[in-house]
């Protein structure tokens, strides 16, 4: 190629791909010390065992509404989930993904005021697995999470919780690099 063409296509090279509105994640469940920081995390590997499976599709195509479809493998059989957005990154302790965001943020935390603490301002879903231990759950609302501040999504221990209270956190999944 000549100098020229090459020095005039050299600003197309260097411009950044639009992000795909449709992402997909697919990763297994490890341990929070494991030596290269998971994509995925169980805190419960008695709910969440380690190398089990999850896929998060975040659906942001049409504009002004998200639609997140979760599947998982390997889970604690006949298990309910509850599943929300946090706004924390997953991290060696289960409260690092921080509060559930919220579309219009609650300004006392934590959010327990039903005005903001609901499934139209919150993207909650519940996963149901069955006696394999597989399951699937999909939540839509109608906003877009803010850039960077919709970092994980978490499982919740649920029912029935065993040795888990039913909101501890057993799992957590990192949305953002």
Same mark, same amino acid.
């Given at each position: 190629m000549p100098a020229p063409l090459a020095a005039a296509l050299l600003p197309l090279a260097l411009i950044a791909p639009a992000a795909s509105p449709v992402s997909v994640l697919d990763a297994h469940f490890d341990p929070a010390t494991a030596f290269v920081p998971p994509a995925a995390i169980s805190y419960a590997d008695d709910l969440v065992p380690y190398g089990s499976h999850v896929r998060v599709v975040t659906d942001r195509s049409t504009p002004g509404r998200t639609v997140l479809t979760l599947t998982a493998a390997g889970l604690a059989p006949d298990h309910e989930f509850p599943v929300h957005l946090h706004t924390g990154a997953c991290g060696a302790e289960p409260a690092s993904s921080?509060?559930?965001? #919220?579309?219009?943020?609650?300004?006392? #935390?934590?959010?327990?005021?039903p005005a903001y603490a609901?499934?139209?301002?919150?993207?909650?879903?519940?996963?149901?697995?069955?006696? *394999?231990?597989?399951? $699937? $759950?999909k939540a839509?609302?109608?906003? #877009?999470? *803010?850039?960077?501040?919709?970092?994980?999504?978490?499982?919740?221990?649920?029912?029935?919780?065993?040795?888990?209270?039913?909101?501890?956190?057993? $799992?957590c999944v990192r949305l953002e690099k």
């Open positions: 921080g509060p559930h965001y #919220q579309d219009v943020v609650d300004p006392v #935390q934590p959010s327990t005021d609901n499934d139209r301002n919150e993207l909650r879903l519940v996963l149901r697995t069955d006696e *394999r231990g597989r399951g $699937a $759950a839509a609302v109608g906003w #877009q999470p *803010r850039p960077g501040e919709a970092r994980s999504l978490v499982l919740h221990a649920g029912t029935p919780a065993g040795r888990h209270a039913a909101g501890d956190r057993v $799992a």
